[in-house]
Structures are given as structure tokens and as C-alpha cells.
Nanobody
Framework: QVQLVESGGGLVQAGGSLRLSCAAS????????MGWYRQAPGKQRELVAV???????NYADSVKGRFTISRDNAKNTVYLQMNNLKPEDTAVYYC?????????????WGQGTQVTVSS
């Protein structure tokens, strides 16, 4: 059973930085894409950033220029460096890993890590 374990969340003041990590274990294949989503109270889960196996990245407009996603394929780990954090970045952040193959697309999720930004 694939496991995604996140770390790095916490409480930070506006303008501060945090770095999230997500390590995948118990896998026997490569993920086509890994990314981060977030869900704030009363809101739908939204994409924050994604990085595909070739290294291309995509970001939500709200985080462009402030967040950077990176991936260590050898460690099956994805990172999210978050700078200049704002109170509206407060949410539970979820790691996602996607496998696209001959069968149905498979999505795996971490348990979530809380990020709270105080004003």
C-alpha cells in the first residue's frame, strides 16, 4: 500500500516561510506527477502546485512568485517552499501523487498538514 507522509506544516507570521515535504514509500513504480493541494475551512480543495516527471511545473495564480515546488525522484519526495506567506494561505495542505499507466489513473493522498499564517 502506497504511503505519502507529509511534514513541515505549522504556525507562522505573515511574511514568513515554511517548507513542506512529502515522502512516498512502499512504491514499485514511478509517479507521473506529484503536487500539493490545500483546503481551507468551508472551501473546496484546490490545486496549489504540481510537478510532472519531466520537471515541468504549474502553480495556482495566487501562489505564483511565492511558492516553489521541487522533486527528488531518487527519494520519491516532493517539496513545497512557501515564502512571503499570507493569512489567506491558511489551510490544510495535502500531498498528491498520480500514476498514469495502462490501467485507471491512480491518485494517492497524504494525510494533510496544517499551515496557519497569522496576521
Amino acid at each position: 500500500q502506497v504511503q505519502l507522509v507529509e511534514s513541515g506544516g505549522g504556525l507562522v507570521q505573515a511574511g514568513g516561510s515554511l517548507r513542506l515535504s512529502c515522502a512516498a514509500s512502499r512504491i514499485t513504480f514511478s509517479f507521473n506527477a506529484m503536487g500539493w493541494y490545500r483546503q481551507a475551512p468551508g472551501k473546496q480543495r484546490e490545486l496549489v502546485a504540481v510537478i510532472i516527471s519531466g520537471g515541468s511545473t504549474n502553480y495556482a495564480d495566487s501562489v505564483k512568485g511565492r511558492f516553489t515546488i521541487s522533486r527528488d525522484n531518487a527519494k520519491n519526495t516532493v517539496y513545497l517552499q512557501m515564502n512571503n506567506l499570507k493569512p489567506e494561505d491558511t489551510a490544510v495542505y495535502y500531498c498528491n501523487a498520480r500514476r498514469v499507466w495502462a490501467g485507471p489513473t491512480q491518485d494517492y493522498w497524504g494525510q494533510g498538514t496544517q499551515v496557519t499564517v497569522s496576521s
